[in-house]
């Protein structure tokens, strides 16, 4: 899950390649590099650390008059992250330079056949054999770039999308991908090339999104040529406009990603809806169910598949499906699903969820669900992403680019869009009664303005956070709707502080972690008036007997557990099932200014990366 840029055109791509990979740093960012070419000399800078480090360890360098140029800012899959294995990497002839996100799985084989030839390589890198092979092909058959590129990749089985610069042709880069999003924006008289299109946006507005085993020939002063690597059939490639805008990409005054994120979710969780819901008029309409809508209400089964934050969203729809629908909900991690053999009939529906649309694991496991028959759905964020392209149907959460690697506004937009799919398939099914179905839209739409609310806890959360922020640990509990709520507070706290982090349905505490409470542990409760109130100020009562520090999440007004709790967070009321939208939102605050207080980097949190696209 790197990130890749690429320029070709008549500016400096030396500042273009920068601030292209600055903005893709959310893929990965243990090390870059970029590859840069004037007329004359090849010119490579990388090094182990983030973009800023390398426009340092650049700054020796001339980079001036180059007008072609690649970068990368890499997550380590093959070979530790250090100077020698940051890309780009060049063939043995030094003629040939590489970028490439994704992973070679058959390198081995390669690099050794490429060993037997008499080929050396500096990396432990999967890619470096890569450009070799491709090399190798080029000089034994005697082959044009783009041809040579081709016939290589034939022979690779993994994942990949690459930029291929050969000295001897320095009109032209070739591109290509399978399994790994690359995007061409395509200008007057120049080209550029991203894992999205953020760090062209400023530029064009015009993208190509090349598909899986598509490579592509950019030559300057050309038509842009497109092929099938398998079957060399021509390609006419559909030329986008986007929508998105530099502003949406960019901290708009925030001092992290995240929080701009988490402010944004009232306007996003409207965005999501707009146009969807209406309330007035008792009316769910959403073109990928409403075209389906068969299937859904004669579904047998619901299966959901995802990864991460995304799977925390399908633990939400299981409730809120089960419930309205009484269909019965499946939630499988994609990684577990893809390997274990399972049992998809074809009166399934699979619902996958994915914000980045590229997570290698769901791809799969949604594959799979389409070799057995099954109707597959996609709740993607990213437009035009492989999951959206690859599912039957969809719906977007149109979150907006979401770039802080702890996923926020994506999670509270997939819970609406799945708690609107659930309210049409009941009143479909009539498993809802009329009033409680008008009920539940009309408090969907006053739902932004109560997550408005609900981010006036900031100031509470950050006190709070002050008194938490050297805590080793952590316990997250919550009940029915609000138990995935604990999941993903305690998902957040540890992707972002470090701190170790459980998530626990409440109950559930008892057989086990209650082992663990002591004066030192702070216990995060969410328990809203809704829901199984009672039951959740019995395990608070618990956890206090047991001198454990309690941080309740509360309805506004609450006194009992205000009475019990060391420190607590108001929330306005809504409904249980759709409580997870309000309750998550002190939980994402308060991880944030814990993690600030650490001194941790919130939006590049080490060892993740936003889209893993690799399993
Ligand atoms: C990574 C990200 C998480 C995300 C997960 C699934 O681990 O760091 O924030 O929830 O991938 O990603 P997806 O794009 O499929 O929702």
């Known amino acids: 899950m790197c990130g890749i840029v690429g320029y070709i055109g008549y500016r400096e791509a030396f500042p273009i390649v920068i601030k292209g990979l600055r903005r893709l740093e959310y893929r990965g960012y243990d090390s870059a590099g970029v590859m840069l070419y004037d007329g004359n000399e090849l010119v490579v800078c990388k090094t182990k650390g983030k973009v800023a480090d390398l426009e340092e360890r650049c700054k020796d360098t001339t980079t001036a008059g180059a007008t072609i140029g690649m970068g990368h800012t890499r997550w380590a899959t093959h070979g530790v992250p250090n100077d020698v294995n940051s890309h780009p990497h060049l063939s043995n002839s030094g003629e040939l330079a590489i970028i490439h996100n994704g992973i070679i ?57 690459i930029c291929v610069f050969d000295i001897k042709k320095p009109n032209e880069i070739i591109v290509a991908r399978l399994g790994s999003p690359l995007a061409i924006g395509v200008g007057e008289n120049e080209y550029f090339i991203a894992s999205d299109a953020s760090p062209f946006i400023e530029y064009t507005t015009n993208a190509i999104y090349l598909e899986d085993e598509e490579i592509a020939v950019i030559r300057l002063g050309k038509k842009l040529k497109v092929r099938k690597i398998k079957d060399d059939s021509l390609v006419d490639p559909y030329v986008q406009k986007l929508q998105m805008n530099l502003e949406q990409i960019e901290k708009g005054g925030y001092d992290h990603f995240m929080l701009k994120e988490i402010y944004e979710q009232p306007s996003v969780i409207k965005d999501t809806y707009r146009g969807r819901l209406l309330a007035d008029q008792g009316i769910i309409r959403m073109a990928g169910i409403e075209d389906n809508l068969e299937r859904f209400v004669n579904a047998e089964r619901i299966l959901i598949v995802a990864c991460g934050t995304s799977w925390h969203a399908g633990l939400v729809a299981e409730y809120v499906i089960e419930e309205f629908t009484r269909i019965p909900v499946e939630v499988e991690y994609a990684s577990e699903f893809r390997y274990r053999n399972p049992i998809i009939n074809k009166g399934d529906v699979v619902i996958a969820i994915s914000q980045s649309g590229e997570t290698a694991d769901t791809l799969a496991a949604i594959k799979l669900a389409k070799e057995n028959g099954a109707f597959v759905f996609g709740v993607c964020n990213v437009v035009g992403s492989s999951i959206s392209r690859e599912t039957h149907a969809g719906a977007y959460t149109h979150a907006g680019p979401e770039i802080g690697v702890a996923s926020t506004k994506a999670f509270t937009t997939q819970i609406t869009v799945l708690t609107m799919i659930a309210l049409r398939i009941a009143q479909a099914k009539g498993t809802l009664n009329h009033t409680d179905y008008r009920r539940y839209l009309q408090e969907l739409e006053r739902i932004p303005e109560q997550v408005k609310e609900a981010l006036e806890s900031n100031d509470v959360a950050k006190e709070i956070a002050a008194v938490f922020k050297d805590a080793p640990n952590c316990l997250y509990l919550g009940r029915g709707y609000n138990f995935p709520v604990a999941l993903e507070g305690a998902l957040k706290l540890k992707e972002i502080s470090y701190i170790h982090a459980e998530g626990y349905p409440a109950a559930e505490m008892k057989h086990g972690p209650i082992a663990l409470i002591d004066e030192m542990m702070p216990v995060v409760v969410i328990a809203p008036k809704q829901g199984h109130y009672d039951k959740v100020v019995s395990n608070i009562q618990e956890i206090k007997s047991r001198s454990g520090k309690i941080i309740a999440v509360v309805t506004k007004g609450d006194t009992q557990v205000r009475d019990l709790a060391d420190y607590v967070i108001e929330i306005p009321e809504t409904s249980d099932a759709l409580s997870p939208l309000i309750t998550t939102i002190p939980l994402q605050l308060l991880s944030y200014h814990i993690a600030v207080f650490r001194g941790c980097n919130v939006d590049q949190p080490r060892n993740l990366a936003k889209s893993v696209t690799v399993e």
Request: charged share 30%.
């Open 105 to 161: 799985e058959n390198y081995e084989p390669l690099k050794k056949e490429l060993i037997n030839r008499g080929y050396t390589f500096k990396s432990d890198t999967d890619t470096e054999v890569l450009v070799n092979l491709i090399e190798d092909v080029q000089k034994t058959q005697n082959l044009k770039l783009g041809k040579a590129v081709q016939v290589a990749l034939r022979q690779v089985i993994g994942a990949y999308a």
